[in-house]
T-cell receptor, first 116, second 111 residues
Framework: GAGVSQSPSNKVTEKGKDVELRCDPI?????LYWYRQSLGQGLEFLIY????????KSGLPSDRFSAERTGGSVSTLTIQRTQQEDSAVYLC??????????????FGPGTRLTVL | GQNIDQPTEMTATEGAIVQINCTYQ??????LFWYQQHAGEAPTFLSY????GLEEKGRFSSFLSRSKGYSYLLLKELQMKDSASYLC????????????FGTGTQLKVEL
């Protein structure tokens, strides 16, 4: 597609429920990133996928968070047993590592998650 | 740890020049990015510096000093539409390819 797309754009859920957030990166981009942005805060790195390499999960805040990337394209971020502190905008970004000389990341519009 | 600092807020006048500073202390460094983020929207790329010096791109310029762990974003001929959050991000902080972001500087442009 023309850009990174994410769905849903908004998600309201009840505490304790599981949620799945989806990211479609730009076609051909081998790297995919998930970030979280809480109200008034900067972006917090969550997880990074690069090709077939093991993902960098160093930013995941707890074992309730997991992500997968199927076929090197679409990615799903899953949050189990959601808590109110999980409320944030979840942003996905992609880029093509190794080409163009630098690591400009292209961001999707984000999913605004509200946990009641 | 990784530390990236920016002022929280700045206010400037339409038509003026504003400089937004960013200081960083990180264990790895492959370059520094500036992103612009309007409220409710995704961040959009503004600039990238990996070598010391000034990179100019239209009304926006970005400066880097690696020895001082310092960067700034310079916005000239400010327009009302420049009111946004400006995010400083270090590539390669802590190793790997992720970006580590500062908390952002909220710029308000007034008449």
């Amino acid at each position: 597609g023309a850009g990174v797309s994410q769905s849903p754009s908004n998600k309201v859920t009840e505490k304790g429920k599981d949620v799945e957030l989806r990211c479609d990166p730009i076609s051909g981009h081998t790297a995919l990133y998930w970030y979280r942005q809480s109200l008034g805060q900067g972006l917090e790195f969550l997880i990074y996928f690069q090709g077939n390499s093991a993902p960098d999960k160093s930013g995941l805040p707890s074992d309730r968070f997991s992500a997968e990337r199927t076929g090197g394209s679409v990615s799903t971020l899953t949050i189990q047993r959601t808590q109110q502190e999980d409320s944030a905008v979840y942003l996905c970004a992609s880029n093509r590592i190794g080409q163009g000389g630098y690591n400009e990341q292209f961001f999707g519009p984000g999913t605004r998650l509200t946990v009641l | 740890g990784q530390n990236i600092d920016q002022p929280t807020e700045m206010t400037a006048t339409e038509g003026a020049i504003v400089q937004i500073n960013c200081t960083y202390q990180t264990s790895g460094f492959n370059g520094l990015f500036w992103y612009q983020q309007h409220a409710g929207e995704a961040p959009t790329f503004l600039s990238y510096n990996v070598l010391d010096g000034l990179e100019e791109k239209g009304r926006f310029s970005s400066f880097l000093s690696r020895s001082k762990g310092y960067s700034y974003l310079l916005l000239k001929e400010l327009q009302m539409k420049d009111s946004a959050s400006y995010l400083c991000a270090v590539w390669g902080s802590g190793g790997g390819n992720k970006l580590t972001f500062g908390t952002g500087t909220q710029l308000k442009v007034e008449l």
